[in-house]
């Protein structure tokens, strides 16, 4: 499924000049995401389909995975999405052109992995040690670190303990505890998913970090309890938290663009299938400090 497409047909078809198709095609950088779409859909236009791909992400990052790539790459790829607990049959058995995974790093999902026919992208979490042609994301680790640095500049000198509210462990989760813990030794961290309990038997907790979610059910605990937190960091600018940070119930919220993430992933299937020419790379995201005064809304 390679396109044999000369950039004199994808520019006729897409309308372009060859110039701009060229540099759309090995990302020197200078033209519109719009413009660089209309170049991925003239040359699915060309092959009248799309690259069949497997997405395999969390439950809870789905919808907008899908909802990027039906809007970055129309037509380009079209993918067939699974849950995390499937992986390792998807893995050994995909006959698509690609997988883009986002899947804890484990010895039974490195090993399938490296039985995988197609080229595997990992998205978000990266797997290192993997036989992964590409990663996309954010590094998890000095997201955690960030988050760290945040709180303890907030809290400066005054005591007090923090709280980690832990998730489900997947979705990047453990490498953000893992950075978090790493760069906050000064501090007592207790780390639980019961925030009322905690709450209750824990009087000196003043910050709070959420690595995974669960932002608005930590501000109605405190709330319930008539307790108050001097530093609050979250992770992720969906509608939820974008509503805290308005009522500025949260101090900051670590974000990145999900976006450049997914379209760099899809991007690198493509590459690796020789589809797009240029070298299959990786897409290092850097971590973006939200607060009140600079979110986009």
């Known amino acids: 499924m390679k396109h044999p497409y000369r950039i004199r047909e994808i520019a006729a078809r897409a309308g372009l000049s060859e110039a701009t198709v060229d540099r759309v095609l090995h990302q020197r950088g200078g033209v519109r995401e ?18 069949p791909i497997d997405v395999v992400v969390p439950e809870n990052t789905a919808d907008a995975v899908r909802l990027v790539l039906e809007t970055e790459l129309p037509v380009v790829l079209s993918p067939r999405f699974h849950p995390v607990a499937a ?14 995974l986002t899947a804890p790093d484990t010895p039974e999902i ?3 992995i490296g039985r995988a026919e197609v080229p595997v992208v990992t998205l978000g979490t990266d797997l290192p040690d993997s036989k992964r042609v ?3 994301g954010i590094d998890q680790a000095d997201a955690g670190a960030t988050a760290a640095y ?22 990047g989760e453990e490498e953000r505890v893992a950075g978090f813990r790493a760069a906050m030794t000064a501090r007592r961290l207790i780390e639980a998913a019961a925030v009322d309990q905690v ?35 979250a992770h992720g600018l969906d509608d939820t938290n974008a509503a805290l ?8 919220v670590l974000h990145h663009d999900l976006r450049a993430d997914v379209r760099n992933a899809g991007l690198a299937i493509l590459r690796a299938q020789g589809a797009l020419p240029g ?19």
């Open 34 to 51: 719009s413009t660089a779409r209309e170049v991925h859909r003239a040359i699915a236009a060309l092959g009248q389909e799309g690259f």
């Open 87 to 100: 992986a390792v049959d998807v893995l050994t058995r995909a006959r698509s052109q690609g997988v883009l």
């Open 110 to 112: 490195v090993e399938a």
């Open 134 to 136: 590409a990663f996309a």
């Open 150 to 171: 945040l709180v303890g500049q907030w809290l400066a000198d005054r005591a007090g303990e923090v709280l980690v509210v832990r998730g489900a462990g997947d979705d």
């Open 199 to 233: 709450l209750a038997g824990n009087p000196a907790i003043r910050a709070v970090y959420a690595p995974a979610g669960n932002a608005a059910r930590v501000v109605d605990a405190y709330a319930e309890q008539h307790r108050i937190y001097d530093v609050f960091v």
């Open 245 to 252: 940070l308005r009522a500025h119930k949260l101090s900051a």
């Open 279 to 297: 070298p299959v790379r990786s897409h290092p995201a850097a971590v973006q400090v939200i607060t009140p005064f600079n979110a986009p809304f």
